[in-house]
């Protein structure tokens, strides 16, 4: 079975400047996705950015990007410019690559960008 | 297009009464999958489904049915609700060629 490990339950970054958050994860399977998710206040669950594992390229989507290491089954996210809208629970997820697969997440890294 | 819609959007039970809460989608996926969220805690799966007449159980399913009559409904159903399922409760969608799930706005339930 897949686990996946946020050591992380709270960080704090003032607004404009960067922040990563960690994300650890066990799996015997060679090809997966990786995900983060972003929960804000709202409750609803939006996609962050994601990482194919067969993939050495870094993901990257605007501010957010991705360090992953498939070695060490890292996978940290960093967010620059950090903004207030950027306040929110992040999950990181991981996904075998069959069809259809379920997600399964980590605890979660509740991030506050201070002003 | 309204995505994933969840209905209700918050509801109180009593110890041991009965509910469904209803999960719809127009994106025409043929995977769902109901998940519940505890405070502070990621998301565990309960219930998914890879098509109509299809189901299978997800990590935490006691408590739990499901079924799906219908490629855009799957209804989660609560028999006996104890308190230990309260929770937030979301539905999701995906297709089987892609690699993303598609979340409904989620409904949070209190057993009292």
């Known amino acids: 079975a897949q686990t996946v490990t946020q050591s992380q339950p709270e960080m704090s970054v003032q607004e404009a400047e960067t922040v990563t958050l960690s994300c650890t994860y066990d799996?015997?399977?060679?090809?997966?996705?990786l995900f983060w998710y972003k929960q804000p206040p709202s409750r609803q669950m939006i996609l962050v950015i994601r990482?194919?594992?067969?993939?050495?390229q870094n993901a990257t989507e605007n501010r957010f990007s991705v360090n992953f290491q498939k070695a060490a089954k890292s996978f940290s996210l960093k967010i620059s410019d950090s903004q207030l809208g950027d306040t929110a629970m992040y999950f990181c997820?991981?996904?075998?690559?069959?069809?259809?697969?379920?997600?399964?997440f980590g605890e979660g890294t509740q991030l506050t960008v201070n002003p | 297009n309204a995505g994933v819609t969840q209905t209700p959007k918050f509801r109180i039970l009593k110890i041991g009464q009965s509910m469904t809460l209803q999960c719809t989608q127009d994106?025409?996926?043929?995977?769902m999958y109901w998940y519940r969220q505890d405070p502070g805690m990621g998301l565990k799966l309960i219930y998914y489904?890879?098509?109509?007449?299809?189901?299978d159980k997800g990590e935490v399913p006691n408590g739990y049915n499901v079924s799906r009559s219908t490629t855009e409904d799957f209804p989660l159903r609560l028999e006996l609700a104890a308190p230990s399922q309260t929770s937030v409760y979301f539905c999701?969608?995906?297709?089987?060629?892609?690699?993303?799930?598609?979340f409904g706005p989620g409904t949070r339930l209190t057993v009292t």
């Open positions: 997820a991981f996904r075998r690559e069959t069809s259809g697969s379920r997600l399964t």
């Open positions: 799996t015997s399977e060679s090809n997966y996705y």
């Open positions: 990482q194919e594992a067969y993939k050495q």
């Open positions: 994106m025409n996926h043929n995977y």
């Open positions: 489904s890879v098509g109509a007449g299809i189901t």
């Open positions: 999701a969608t995906g297709q089987g060629t892609s690699y993303e799930q598609y």
